[in-house]
């Protein structure tokens, strides 16, 4: 069994920051790719960033590239989710996830096998 806690979210001003953190537990990240997806009210869970297993592959939805930065800490058993120059329209919640079938990023929402509850991020102009 894996559990994935999600914090950090906040209300947050346009143009602000805030890192998000996933604790994991019940696995090390050993292996295991990571990332975050996030959805809006009445839309569907989207993708925002993956990282490898080593930290040295990295991908990220074009809405969020430059701004976000993913990175994990396989010794605390950590992700994070770096968001700087928040918009309103990264509103949502937040999901961690983890894909424990590779170790390499990738965006395909069917294969990660464990989700956290979320944790919600919400910009205000």
């Known amino acids: 069994q894996v559990q994935l806690v999600e914090s950090g979210g906040a209300l947050v001003q346009a143009g602000g920051s805030l890192r998000l953190s996933c604790a994991a537990s019940?696995?090390?990240?050993?292996?295991?790719?990571m990332g975050w997806f996030r959805q809006a009210p009445g839309k569907e869970r989207e993708f925002v960033a993956a990282?490898?297993?080593?930290?040295?592959?990295?991908g990220y939805a074009d809405s969020v590239k430059g701004r976000f930065t993913i990175s994990r800490d396989n010794a605390k058993n950590t992700l994070y989710l770096q968001m700087n120059s928040l918009k309103p329209e990264d509103t949502a919640v937040y999901y961690c996830?983890?894909?424990?079938?590779?170790?390499?990023?990738?965006?395909?929402?069917?294969?990660?096998?464990?989700w956290g509850q979320g944790t919600q991020v919400t910009v205000s102009s």
């Open positions: 990282i490898s297993w080593s930290g040295g592959r990295t």
């Open positions: 996830a983890l894909d424990q079938g590779t170790w390499l990023p990738h965006a395909s929402r069917q294969d990660y096998d464990y």
């Open positions: 019940g696995r090390t990240f050993s292996s295991y790719t």
